[in-house]
């Protein structure tokens, strides 16, 4: 922060928190706030029905009740974990207690619904549309598939003080820390409600979202190949117009962007074959486009990393650098990492540095696994790589906090 307060966000399957001063706040966005009358029925139990019509939620999502009457002695007025998905217009939680009485009730308040969690590992989908047609028999569900469903991933960045959230294909938003520290973040305004993620960049302080809508608001628009970047020093104006730096580009080669990085005087970004590079050209163009590299694409999100003005990635099949020039490196322990790694969970992937000892680990899932379970470790200095059996599904360096920060999957945490 401006006053030197250091904060850490963390975005996980199902919320997205700040840490500050040992403490962890809850600023995961509210996507709805529905005002209610009698919307509780108990049963005896701890179990509670909740009626809303067109709820929009799911199993798992988390909601909080306000301004509520007590019913049967169970105060509602709280947060709960939507436990059982009834229909389109009911659901149920778990209270701590049980209802001394079964009725319906509570009187008139609000319930405030966060953002749908994600999946917490990358899976097949499966259901209409995923096969070819005339496949299969009618009304049968498919037995495989080509369509992977991917994990709930965060792209965070510093937009001055402020944190800017995008959530993989969803909405961008922004915690703004001159308000309470334990205020939720809130979706940012004009932006696109569906992208892969977003950068902000260094020097201009455009705010870029990569892989997003062609008409902004209209999340069916959304364009894998498309960015945007906003206004200079405005993260809310996205209409290009004679006075103003906003505007958009298409990238050609590649079926998808996948990640990016901030470089020395660009930003590099990865589609799944290629690499390019962003530049800022000033006015009437604000942003100039130009590869960089074929067949060298970026195998997960956050598989990139910028160490003194050379990139390292991890492609689907290799390593490889930029320091001006694409480069495969050599590596002694490739056969070990490709020929056991999970093709399901790759956008799971994520990689760091420890400057300490001058190294670069890529945390990967192995075949048979569904989380991270693996990782793999390049010396920059030294040109030497090893291998080591680490759940580590984010590695944040030595920058902010004195100690290099990492976080491992707890399937009994949100």
Known sequence: GLNGTRYLALGT????????????YDITP????????????????????????????IQGDFVTFDSFSAINGLDMNNEFE??????????????????????????????????????????????WGTDTWSAGKWDEPSTSSDVTVFARSWSL?????????????????????????????????????????????????????????????????????????SDREDATDYTPVATNEAGSLRISDG??????????????????TSLHGIQFVGTPFTFGLRQLGANCG???????????????????????????????????VQDYVFDDLSYTNRNDISCGINTAFNEIIWYYPSANATQIDRGVAYNYLENTWYTLNLGRTTWLGAYVFEQPIATEYNASLV
């Open 82 to 127: 939507i436990t059982t998905y009834v229909d389109a217009n009911t659901y149920k939680v778990t209270h701590t207690s049980a209802a001394s009485g079964s009725s319906t009730g509570g009187g008139s308040g609000n319930a405030k619904y966060q953002i749908n969690i994600g999946e917490t590992a990358s899976t097949y989908g499966y259901g």
């Open 157 to 229: 960045d510093n937009f001055g003080e402020d944190l800017i959230a995008t959530v993989l294909n969803g909405g961008t938003f922004i915690k703004d820390l001159s308000g309470s520290i334990d205020a939720r973040a809130t979706a940012l305004s004009n932006a696109p409600t569906a992208s892969r993620f977003s950068l902000v960049s260094t020097d201009t302080r455009h705010l870029m979202i990569f892989g997003t809508e062609t008409t902004i608001g209209n999340a069916a628009t959304q364009d894998d190949l498309l960015f945007r970047f």
């Open 298 to 332: 970026l195998i997960a999100q956050h598989a990139a990393i910028e160490v003194n003005g050379r990139a390292y990635w991890m492609s689907d099949n290799s390593f490889y650098m930029y320091d001006g020039v694409v480069k495969k490196m050599p590596c002694s």
């Open 30 to 57: 509210i996507r709805e706030t529905a005002a209610l009358t009698n919307p509780f029925t108990t049963n005896g139990t701890t179990t509670v029905s909740v009626t809303d019509a067109d709820h929009g939620a």
């Open 255 to 272: 079926s998808r962007i996948v990640g990016a990085v901030k470089s020395s005087g660009q930003i590099l970004v990865w589609t799944d």
């Open 13 to 24: 399957d199902r919320k997205l928190y700040l840490y500050s001063g040992s403490a962890l």
